[in-house]
T-cell receptor, first 113, second 110 residues
């Protein structure tokens, strides 16, 4: 069964450093999302992406964040200058054209020291 | 502010019994509703989707939707220890982004 994959599974970085989180969507899916979950809190929407552009973003998704689909397969989330409060699980989710059902990847645990 | 509300639990249910999980949502025009299961440290895993009023059954799981009351529930029959997890209710408000509840932590007692 096709599934969303994410790399790395765990990323440790120093405050102020840039990180790039990668996602490989299910092959025929065209809608892509990033969510995050701070430990012990609810899953929060960050950004949605369709047709090579952002379709919606939350107030969390400020100028430090960016997304792109650099090569037609990967979907990436970049955090330019990480802060301590960026420590969280980051989940990529994808959906097909004819459905609003989103399938989640296994997540990347980001730890900012 | 559009909200999804769940009782955070913990909810403890004996093995073999029925577990009942509830969710309310604030946007009357919502059309689709999702239940995800999340094991500790793992990602949300889709359990059920429901779009129409009434019941939808899939194996041991039954989702129930009442749009007039803005209420959606998940029943798990013949509960197993492997069902112990946090169950997340999610609703796409307007656009396709999902708004999640805080989740209900379910423990099945052998």
């Amino acid at each position: 069964e096709p599934e969303v994959t994410q790399t790395p599974s765990h990323q440790v970085t120093q405050m102020g450093q840039e990180v790039i989180l990668r996602c490989v969507p299910i092959s025929n899916h065209l809608y892509f999302y990033w969510y995050r979950q701070i430990l012990g809190q609810k899953v929060e929407f960050l950004v949605s992406f369709y047709n090579n552009e952002i379709s919606e973003k939350s107030e969390i998704f400020d100028d430090q964040f960016s997304v792109e689909r650099p090569d037609g397969s990967n979907f990436t989330l970049k955090i330019r200058s990480t802060k301590l409060e960026d420590s969280a699980m980051y989940f990529c989710a994808t959906a097909g054209v004819l459905t609003d059902t989103q399938y989640f990847g296994p997540g990347t645990r980001l730890t900012v020291l | 502010q559009k909200e999804v509300e769940q009782n955070s639990g913990p909810l403890s249910v004996p093995e073999g019994a029925i577990a009942s999980l509830n969710c309310t949502y604030s946007d009357r025009v919502s059309q689709s509703f999702f239940w995800y299961r999340q094991y500790s440290g793992k990602s949300p895993e889709l359990i059920m989707s429901i779009y129409s009023n009434g019941d939808k059954e899939d194996g041991r799981f039954t989702a129930q939707l009442n749009k007039a009351s803005q209420y959606v529930s998940l029943l798990i029959r013949d509960s197993q220890p492997s069902d112990s997890a946090t169950y997340l209710c999610a609703v796409p408000f307007g656009n396709e982004k999902l708004t999640f509840g805080t989740g209900t932590r379910l423990t099945i007692i052998p």
